[in-house]
């Protein structure tokens, strides 16, 4: 795969965090709890750090971006998994927390092929 597929790739995974972050954002339980608020503006930093050399076919600096903020997506993304339980239980919760992690994981591995994910 050549840098311009894997960014299309990523991008194309980055649409199931941003449904994720669009679900936490205007959950009730956002208003009240401030870890489930860091966990969507990490997201949404995530996708606005790509947005500029996605919307320029820039791959090189998409991939360099996504390289760079990938930590703190990952971290998000493990927030999220642990505080998930405690703020509800319903299925809608679970669920996003499923797809963010095989998301989030599925880019790291396109971010770096040799790595293994947790």
């Not at 965090?17 to 669009?22: F, N, T």
């Not at 390289?67 to 809608?92: C, D, G, M, V």
């Amino acid at each position: 795969m050549n840098d311009h597929d894997t960014m299309q790739t990523i991008d194309t995974l980055l649409s199931h965090v941003w449904m994720v972050r669009a679900f936490l954002k205007h959950c009730e339980e956002a208003e009240e709890d401030e870890e489930l608020c860091d966990v969507h503006r990490a997201l949404y930093d995530y996708m606005l750090a790509l947005g500029a050399p996605l919307k320029a076919a820039d791959s090189e600096a998409y991939l360099k971006a996504a390289r760079k903020k990938y930590s703190k997506l990952r971290k998000a993304t493990e927030l999220f998994q642990e505080i998930q339980p405690e703020i509800s239980s319903h299925t809608n919760f679970q669920m996003a927390c499923h797809s963010l992690v095989a998301a989030v994981e599925q880019v790291g591995k396109l971010l770096d092929p040799s790595a293994t994910q947790s």
